[in-house]
């Protein structure tokens, strides 16, 4: 475990989540050839597909107990109306939000969790926009671990907030937004006992990668050319494109794609960064989206993420609101795929790029919705048409089936 800025590394078998030199974020850099020695590329094959498919590539001691609720292995689904919609010809969606939780979160709080264990705490924490605080409080359950978590008063999604309180996390409302929550989580936990189980803790991000490992899979061993993502604290976005980077230096996939960061306009100080060509991210202060998930003006990841999507050819870029809705109504009306608007912000950023026809048509393209619909019913039901009510007569529903 070392730091992406000075290179100083850390030892993994205490709870930290910043260098102690120059306080920037860590990250876990794992040694390639030793993995490849315990694993061949025929028995990866064999394995039923979820996280822990890649346990030789996460770094979890052998002698841990997993913490699991069999998260990962969601579906790369191949979108044809979509792309019949859109006149693209290789159009997927990975669609995490099938995880056991309704998000991708899941994915890297196995590992976090499971980590937590092994480190011996006993109270694990977040702030959270909704779904890592789900996950989180899921995953603690699971463990018998105490669970406190820190979210923006009155902007996270109700299935969100639902689920946090069934699981028995004992839930803060910060009178601010999530910036305001992270900062009170990092400054708290050490004094307070609590392990920060957000993004910028890089075992977060160990399971995260697995995702871009599963899509060059489902891919029959190819990367596909672009990966559109939504970016909030930046975690995920970073997170797949390192395992789309090892699993190619492992030569267990062929090719990288180009990454297309998506942040919704009230909230983009990456997407500014690119836009503007600054090397230093500038904080919305008063960030606001309908995509409460990413409503976020100062991430914690950004030096990760912008580093993958440059390292990658890519850039990032914003869409409104009313396109990420259009894109969510989308996504459900054509293939089945109910996302919440957060996860449908990627396929609203390709729908951009379609239109300024900057997109080779015949590339293949993967989208990642990130979360499920289920988690805002409000969005979902504001913004549909009113069931009609009737008689319980045939004749009513004939009458209201005609238009009469
Ligand atoms: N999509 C969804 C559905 C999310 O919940 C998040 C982040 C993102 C995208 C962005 O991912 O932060 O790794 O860039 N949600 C966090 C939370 C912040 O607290 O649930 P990111």
């Known amino acids: 475990m070392r730091c992406i800025e000075c290179g100083k590394v850390h030892d993994m078998g205490r709870p930290v989540y910043a260098c102690s030199s120059c306080g920037n974020l860590l990250e876990i850099r794992m040694d390639r050839a030793e993995a490849l020695k315990r694993i061949s590329k025929n028995d990866i094959k064999k394995r039923h597909v979820s996280v822990w498919k890649y346990r030789e590539f996460i770094p979890i001691s052998d002698k841990a107990k997993v913490y699991s609720l069999n998260e990962g292995g969601t579906q790369l689904l191949k979108c044809g109306r979509l792309a019949e919609e859109l006149g693209l010809k290789n159009l997927y969606v990975k669609f995490d939000g099938t995880n056991p939780t309704g998000s991708f979160k899941d994915r890297g709080m196995t590992v976090g969790i499971t980590k937590a264990k092994e480190l011996g705490m006993k109270t694990v924490t977040c702030a959270s926009t909704g779904n890592t605080s789900a996950s989180l409080s899921a995953y603690a359950g699971l463990a018998g671990m105490r669970c406190v978590v820190l979210i923006p008063e009155g902007k996270v999604a109700l299935g969100k907030l639902a689920q946090a309180m069934m699981h028995g996390a004992t839930i803060v409302q910060v009178k601010g937004n999530f910036d305001q929550a992270l900062e009170i989580v990092m400054k708290s936990s050490e004094k307070l006992g609590m392990y920060v189980l957000n993004s910028v803790n890089p075992f977060r991000i160990e399971g995260q990668k697995t995702a871009g490992f599963e899509v060059c899979d489902q891919l029959g061993g190819k990367s596909p050319d672009y990966l559109y993502i939504p970016v909030g604290n930046g975690g995920n976005s970073a997170a797949y494109w390192k395992g789309f980077e090892e699993y190619e230096s492992l030569g267990l996939t062929d ?84 996302a919440e608007p957060a996860g449908a912000a990627a396929l609203a950023g390709l729908r951009k790029d379609v239109d300024s026809g900057s997109i080779d048509r015949t590339a293949s393209i993967v989208c990642v919705s990130t979360g499920h619909g289920l988690k805002d019913p409000d969005i979902a039901v504001s913004q549909s048409a009113r069931p009609r009510v009737i008689e319980p007569t045939i004749e009513a529903l004939e009458e209201l089936l005609e238009g009469r």
């Open 255 to 338: 090719g990288l794609p180009m990454i297309r960061g998506i942040q919704a306009e009230g909230s983009a100080p990456v997407a500014d960064m690119f836009k503007h060509g600054k090397k230093v991210l500038e904080p919305v202060k008063k960030p606001d989206t309908v995509a409460t998930a990413i409503r976020i003006g100062n991430p914690a990841n950004w030096k990760k993420t912008v580093k993958a999507i440059k390292d990658s050819g890519g850039s990032a870029t914003t869409v409104s609101d009313p396109e990420i809705l259009g894109a969510q109504k989308l996504l459900a009306k054509l293939e089945g795929i109910f």
